[in-house]
């Protein structure tokens, strides 16, 4: 009923910058909340940032908390996660998540989710 397709993801050095992207279509009015989750091999899904559609409150993971810009484009349907000063430690698989939810959780209990996209930091 939603789909969620991330984009953006890619190869960069140390120190760097990455802009991710999220575009939802199919029933979109079916969710109110978008979050950010990655996956590094061997460890678990994490929480990264989230937001709501109404409001724009956004909700930051203390890991990335100062690095990363988690906002949204209403018009487009499109959320977005600008990640600033990368360090290897962000190397992961980044997924897109959306759920009816009026508030931003930081637990992996989304309803609808992307295919992933690679984020990779040399150092």
């Known amino acids: 009923q939603v789909q969620l397709v991330e984009s953006g993801g890619g190869l960069v050095q140390a120190g760097g910058s990455l802009r991710l992207s999220c575009t939802a279509s199919?029933?979109?009015?079916?969710?109110?909340?978008m979050a950010w989750f990655r996956q590094a091999p061997g460890k678990e899904r994490e929480f990264v940032a989230g937001?709501?559609?109404?409001?724009?409150?956004?909700v930051y993971a203390d890991s990335v908390k100062g690095r990363f810009t988690c906002s949204r484009d209403n018009a487009k349907k499109t959320v977005y996660l600008q990640m600033n000063s990368l360090n290897a430690e962000d190397t992961a698989v980044y997924y897109c998540?959306?759920?009816?939810?009026?508030?931003?959780?930081?637990?992996?209990?989304?309803?609808?989710w992307g295919q992933g996209t690679q984020v990779t930091v040399s150092s």
């Open positions: 937001i709501t559609w109404t409001g724009a409150r956004v």
């Open positions: 199919g029933r979109t009015f079916s969710i109110n909340t």
């Open positions: 998540a959306a759920v009816l939810s009026l508030v931003v959780v930081t637990t992996p209990n989304y309803s609808y």
